[in-house]
């Protein structure tokens, strides 16, 4: 599935995308939308750096 554009109907919707992923998109359904992107970004940077960590490298992309 395509980022751009796609929203949480079409995530929840579909099959391919995890049950975790799915589990944060009811869980956070109504919370403020900034806080959540904010706090979305930081999970992104911790689990990118556990990532890297665990696989010997780094990659700044951003």
């Known amino acids: ?6 929203t949480a109907a079409q995530v929840l919707a ?3 995308a995890s049950y975790a992923l799915k589990a944060v998109l009811v869980a956070w359904r ?3 939308p900034v806080d959540a992107a904010n706090d979305a970004r930081l ?3 911790v ?3 556990a990532a890297d960590q665990r696989l010997g490298g780094r990659h ?3």
């Open 14 to 16: 579909d099959p391919a």
């Open 43 to 45: 999970l992104r940077d």
């Open 60 to 62: 700044d992309d951003r």
């Open 47 to 49: 689990l990118e750096g």
């Open 30 to 32: 109504r919370r403020d």
């Open 1 to 6: 599935m395509a980022r751009a554009g796609v």
